[in-house]
């Protein structure tokens, strides 16, 4: 989490979620700050993930679809081929969003961030997965 400030001292630094070794432990474990050891504010650290979190889907959302012969940008709305006879694809992979997905679940519940949690749940349960086709 890039530029994490400490409320006490105003001192600035980048924080490392899963790896920080400012990290007080206990039911929930609390980040710390390097300089003070004032602790961070639990609820802006659960803001910040939340709005990176809104970020990557409507970034995967409102992506566009590339050729995946030529690697252009799909410029129509009702074409289903690109003019050179290509399929379209996502930029962003499915894959991609799934794995940020699985990290914020896991942050969540290490260090109870309920909020977060919840929103990490309802957007794994709205992704359209693509359906398995059966011959």
């Known amino acids: 989490l890039p530029e994490v400030i400490c409320r006490k001292c105003s001192s600035c630094r980048d924080l490392d979620l899963c790896r920080d070794p400012f990290l007080e432990p206990g039911p929930p474990p609390q980040w710390t700050c390097a300089h003070c050891h004032a602790p961070y504010d639990r609820a802006v650290i659960e803001e910040r993930l939340v709005a990176y979190l809104q970020q990557k889907s409507v970034s995967y959302t409102l992506q566009d679809l590339v050729c995946s012969k ?29 794995k ?4 914020l679940e896991n942050i969540a519940k290490h260090f109870e961030l309920g909020l977060l949690a919840g929103l990490v749940e309802w957007t794994k349960s709205h992704i359209n997965h693509p359906k398995e086709s059966k011959l």
Do not use: E, P
Request: glycine share 4%.
């Open 100 to 103: 940020f997905l699985l990290v």
């Open 70 to 98: 030529c690697n252009s940008v799909k410029n129509t709305n009702m074409a289903d081929y690109c003019s050179c006879a290509g399929s379209f694809v996502t930029m962003h992979h499915l894959a991609d969003l799934d």
